[in-house]
């Protein structure tokens, strides 16, 4: 299974930015698995942002709770991660992850910087 991450960039406080994430591989569906983003901000450690289960329930982490929002397209083997009223506290590198099985998987990270 592979992730590509995209989408990211710089905005300024209160814009609004949507990621990517495309899986590939031999028959990997993300319709069957978990698929989820995280953040590393400066310094800090990875944190959960959001995750889409096989039957579509989304959660989210407080601090995003109200402004991002994780879907997928299942046509595209991709999820997305709109994300709305961006704060500084946002920047960081944004990776996707798939739980196929009993292994996870990770996008290389995308980079966003919000500005103040």
């Known amino acids: 299974v592979q992730l590509q991450a995209s989408g990211g960039g710089l905005v300024q406080t209160g814009g609004s930015l949507r990621l990517s994430c495309t899986a590939s591989g031999r028959m990997f569906s993300i319709n069957g698995n978990y698929m989820g983003w995280y953040r590393q901000g400066p310094g800090a450690q990875r944190d959960w942002v959001a995750n889409i289960a096989p039957n579509g329930a989304t959660n989210y982490a407080d601090s995003v709770k109200g402004r991002f929002t994780i879907s997928r397209d299942s046509a595209k083997n991709t999820v997305y991660l709109q994300m709305n009223d961006l704060e500084p506290e946002d920047t960081a590198v944004y990776y996707c992850?798939?739980?196929?099985?009993?292994?996870?998987?990770w996008g290389q990270g995308t980079q966003v910087t919000v500005s103040s």
């Open positions: 992850r798939v739980t196929y099985g009993t292994t996870f998987y």
